[in-house]
């Protein structure tokens, strides 16, 4: 077997999380191949990133992760164990949630938050306008299409309070993030490969041996880990490790606006994260005094699935009715003419929570349906799933006893039966990309 072809772990992806999980196995001693199809590190659908950093999910083990993943980037010269040339910058803006019938007046979340220790700050509807300058704090719930003649009919009663989390905020460069990673990979001894597509993965009596590259033939490996991102499903195809009653993963299209932010008298309208499940979107600021806005997958909106990695990459009334949403919040937003911003694919699983799990081929494991939320996870993700696949490949049956993994930082213990492919969807979701 030709050295330059044998590697302990090849990773399918260099997206951010397959960079993470490269970080993490060459640093336990693992000589690791990352193969990507794209030209560089991140230029998958990292590459579209909002890159919020939030501690808000629906679930305890979701919040635990988001909450901690902050300190990761806060402190990310240590995680990566070098200083890159090329600042990153963690915008630590924190993030506003608006109380909606949505989010049940956020009291869940709220005792979610308290459980796990996350701070925050209760802003009441006499405060508000302090906090959002200029903006018309009407309830508009539920989320309505433009087309719909009530679009824009409030009650008339106010938005009834908010939460403020100062853990948060957004990655000025998720692609910059990424190459960052790449390079502690390479300096832990990883190797990766571009340009360079799998196209058979290979097992004999149970257990991975190895897969076929477009360019660089067949590689020698005992564990192959996905992390293709959208194309995760097709991916999983080629394993023929999944089955029908495990959660599976699929790709949406999804549209992110830029409009020119909103200026009030004392500056930007908007200086912080905000999620407004009230109109059914998230908006932060973005570079050269814009807004972006994405959505929060409202019940009005029919979601664009898709069967294959094809989609369309022009704006659609998708983007009309994100932006039309936001100007009932800033009623002074200007609406150009041009539609500006992007569409992109998420990874999203039933649940739209991800499947970070074995599988029941030896040796093959998974990183995928990630549903739009997971890129400030990435350095926890390469955590978990180290620990998951050298347990594994121990001999720990995680499918009967779920291992537990403890974030280094808040020193909590999470469940990563929680993230099983075997696990029922989980209702507690908020089912959409709020996870
Ligand atoms: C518009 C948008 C906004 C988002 N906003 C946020 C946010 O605000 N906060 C947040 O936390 N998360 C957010 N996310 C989600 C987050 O960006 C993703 O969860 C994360 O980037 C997924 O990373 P990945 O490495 O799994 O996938 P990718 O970055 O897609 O990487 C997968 C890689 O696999 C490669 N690949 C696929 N198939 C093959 C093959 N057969 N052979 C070789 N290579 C292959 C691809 O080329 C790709 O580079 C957002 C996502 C999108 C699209």
Known sequence: MSERNTYNAVIIGAG???????????????????????PAPGHGSTSWSAAIIRPYYSTIDGTALAYEAHFAWQNWADYLGYRPDSALHYNECGCLVLEAAENRQLAGTRSIMREVGVPFTDVSTSELPEWLPGADLSQFSPARRIDDPEFGQTAGDPITGAMFCPT???????????????????????????????????????????????????????????????????????????????ISTRPLRQEVAYVPMPQAASGPGLRFVLTDADCGIYMRPEQSGHLLIGSLEPACDILEYLDTEDFEASLSDQWTNQVWRAALRFPDLGIPNTAQGFAALYDVSEDWIPVYDKSDLGGYFTAIGTSGNQFKNAPLVGGLMGHLIESVMNGADHDRSPLQYRLPVTGRDVGLGAFSRLRPINRASSFSVLG
């Open 168 to 246: 948060g905020g957004y990655i000025s460069d998720p692609q910059l993030a990424t190459a960052q990673i790449a390079g502690a990979v390479e300096r832990a001894g990883g190797h990766f490969r571009f340009n360079d597509t799998v196209l058979a993965i290979h097992q004999s009596a149970g257990k991975i041996t190895g897969l076929t590259c477009d360019k660089s033939g067949l590689i020698h490996t005992p564990i192959v880990i996905n992390a293709a991102g959208p194309a995760s499903r097709w991916v999983n195809e080629l394993s023929g490790a999944h089955k029908p009653e495990h």
């Open 16 to 38: 951010v999380i397959g960079c993470a999980i490269a970080l993490d196995l060459a640093r336990r001693g693992l000589r690791t191949l990352n193969v990507d199809r794209g």
